[in-house]
């Protein structure tokens, strides 16, 4: 039986969770002295942010929208998939609905195995997920803070049950900041590939501090691959390096055979 070794692995969602794409599904419920850490320590927004409210939300909104997302025509895809980590190898064929909310692990008899594939599919599937603007967000406040590093604009997002920090360069969300209940993690973006839809993160850090203490926790760094099939870029390859408490490990999804999946005859 394997063992599942990523205690952290909500955080391979990387910007779904950035852009408050299934924050609603998430526990964040955050003690006050948390908070008040996160913010003394994260969020010290400069004097003039009231006054650049507009345009923080404006150019947070055009980094937003530049995402590459699957449309409403995404007709959903089957794949054989090979699954590794460690010592531990599996074989199984996966299938992603239309909905990017239902998959389907077949051929796997491992329970945990299939289990880890069908999580990972679906986060994968969550940062194409098509989401407006104002549905996503709705309700937020954008103010600008004080940027370490040129070319780099700094922005809080609140009205939230925690305030968010978000950094972007080039129409690119390339750095979040945020609390998922008892842990302040930030995951910043390595590398992406651009697409004439938008970009996709594809290679990306997560960092877990507690957000007492600031002690490092964990961390883990995502490498995905994309190829065009039809009219849809779709992940071919993620491998993920974890790091918890001195350990190391890692985990390798493959896919091949990928297929869209072709409407039904009337």
């Excluded at 594809?202 to 995905?224: C, M, P, R, V, W």
């Amino acid at each position: 039986m394997m063992k599942q070794k990523f205690k952290y692995q909500v955080v391979t969602i990387g910007f779904a969770v950035s852009t408050g794409l299934i924050l609603s599904g998430l526990n964040l419920e955050v003690q006050a002295k948390e908070q008040s850490y996160f913010i003394t320590n994260y969020l010290l927004l400069s004097a003039d942010s009231v006054a650049q409210n507009i345009s923080a939300i404006d150019l947070f909104r055009k980094a937003y929208q530049n995402r590459y997302t699957w449309n409403n025509q995404f007709p959903g895809y089957t794949a054989a998939i090979e699954f590794k980590q460690g010592k531990d190898k599996y074989n199984g064929y996966i299938r992603v609905d239309p909905d990017l909310r239902t998959v389907e692990v077949t051929g796997i008899n491992d329970e945990e195995a299939s289990q880890t594939i069908k999580n990972q599919l679906l986060m994968l599937a969550v940062h194409r997920r098509q989401t407006l603007f104002e549905t996503a967000h709705k309700n937020k406040t954008f103010k600008f803070v004080s940027a370490k590093s040129s070319g780099i604009k700094e922005i809080v997002e609140e009205g939230g049950k925690a305030p968010a920090r978000y950094q972007i360069a080039n129409n690119q969300i390339i750095q979040v900041s945020r609390l998922l209940g008892p842990h302040a993690v930030v995951v910043k973006t390595l590398d992406t590939k651009t697409t004439p839809e938008g970009y996709i993160a594809t290679q990306y850090q997560s960092t877990f501090h507690d957000a007492k203490t600031n002690q490092l926790i964990g961390s883990e760094i995502s490498s995905d691959t994309y190829t065009k099939i039809g009219n849809y870029y779709l992940p071919v390859r993620q491998v993920i390096q974890h790091t918890e408490d001195g350990d190391k490990f890692e985990a390798e999804f493959n896919f091949t055979d990928i297929k869209l999946i072709q409407p039904k005859s009337s």
